[in-house]
């Protein structure tokens, strides 16, 4: 890789030095967007549905504070759109749509589309 102490991340925009700088789709970026970008996040996989619904029936449900707060949020208001949500538990909306994942592979979370938005609702 070429020097990069002029470069800003392609997507964040933040300062760049050598050792934070990463090559995805020949674009210079920085490690924290890099593992943003390789992390795949599949809310519609039907292998790990099955596996979060096995794993419900024969343990219970267990969710993280993070990912309670948010059931309790999109139970309170019926729907919430993913960019509200993520203001409301102040959040980065990727990281919000990690856990909507898990919560989506559980059964308890689903998206619908409505006019042109996205909207998360209970399952």
């Not at 924290?32 to 992390?39: G, I, K, M």
């Not at 759109?81 to 689903?110: G, I, N, S, T, Y």
Request: charged residues 35%; contains cysteine.
């Amino acid at each position: 890789m070429t020097d990069t102490s002029c470069y800003l991340c392609a997507h964040c925009r933040t300062p760049l030095s050598g050792a934070d700088a990463r090559e995805a789709g020949g674009k210079i970026i920085c490690e924290d967007c890099f593992l943003e970008a390789a992390s795949v996040n599949r809310a519609c996989d039907p292998w790990a549905v099955h596996l979060a619904k096995s794993d419900k029936l024969r343990t219970g449900v267990r969710l993280s504070d993070l990912q309670q707060r948010f059931f309790d949020l999109v139970k309170e208001r019926r729907e919430i759109a993913f960019p509200d949500a993520a203001r409301a538990l102040e959040l980065k909306e990727e990281e919000l749509r990690q856990e909507f994942a898990v919560l989506r592979h559980m059964e308890l979370l689903r998206a619908c589309k409505k006019d042109d938005l996205i909207l998360i609702t209970l399952f």
